[in-house]
T-cell receptor
Framework: GQQLNQSPQSMFIQEGEDVSMNCTSSSIFNTWLWYKQEPGEGPVLLIALYKAGELTSNGRLTAQFGITRKDSFLNISASIPSDVGIYFCAGQNSNSGYALNFGKGTSLLVTP | DAGITQSPRHKVTETGTPVTLRCHQTENHRYMYWYRQDPGHGLRLIHYSYGVKDTDKGEVSDGYSVSRSKTEDFLLTLESATSSQTSVYFC????????????FGEGSRLTVL
């Protein structure tokens, strides 16, 4: 698969702080997505981005599709304890038959 | 929640034994996927299906086979399990191939001793 580099690997923050994580690739993607996984569950889609430069929000979450189509970032504002989980970026293009390529995840811990 | 059920949720088996994991959906989605999740590797695609009896290989398909005889069921089989196949397996479904919007099941944890 096409490799996605996700950073940071983990974050340990206090409630109320803002969070920023990003994902880069050497390949161009047509779609960037962000998923969240909580312990013992499957990943859940947070945000999907379909156009270079697109900036999309979902509540306190904001994600952007990089202009070069090789990167994306996710911001979480005013974090709360229920934001705890692993956040995965994923990219998709037709080169791999539309199979999703996932990053290795950013583990987020939030202390009250 | 998307109607996806995986079974069994937990299984311990011995090297060399066959194992079948089942994914059942009630959403009538055309596309179904099997991923495995391992520490340090994230989620990797094993096989996927784009219709009844239509399947294709993913990134890590060696040692796995799949079957889809009905829209709602997608089976993953390990013909002869090995310790390297100890993992958490996730089934996912989607109604479109090119949006990347997947709905995942809760996972099946497989331990091969």
């Amino acid at each position: 698969g096409q490799q996605l580099n996700q950073s940071p690997q983990s974050m340990f923050i206090q409630e109320g702080e803002d969070v920023s994580m990003n994902c880069t690739s050497s390949s161009i993607f047509n779609t960037w997505l962000w998923y969240k996984q909580e312990p013992g569950e499957g990943p859940v889609l947070l945000i999907a981005l379909y156009k270079a430069g697109e900036l999309t929000s979902n509540g306190r979450l904001t994600a952007q599709f990089g202009i070069t189509r090789k990167d994306s970032f996710l911001n979480i504002s005013a974090s709360i304890p229920s934001d705890v989980g692993i956040y995965f970026c994923a990219g998709q293009n037709s080169n791999s038959g539309y199979a999703l390529n996932f990053g290795k995840g950013t583990s987020l811990l939030v202390t009250p | 929640d998307a109607g996806i059920t995986q079974s069994p949720r937990h299984k311990v088996t011995e090297t060399g034994t066959p194992v079948t994991l089942r994914c059942h959906q009630t959403e009538n989605h055309r596309y179904m996927y099997w991923y495995r999740q391992d520490p340090g590797h994230g989620l990797r695609l094993i096989h996927y299906s784009y219709g009844v009896k239509d399947t294709d290989k993913g990134e890590v398909s060696d040692g796995y086979s799949v079957s889809r005889s009905k829209t709602e069921d997608f089976l993953l089989t390990l013909e002869s399990a090995t310790s390297s196949q100890t993992s958490v397996y996730f089934c996912a479904i989607s109604d479109s191939l090119n949006t990347g919007e997947l709905f995942f099941g809760e996972g099946s944890r497989l331990t091969v001793l």
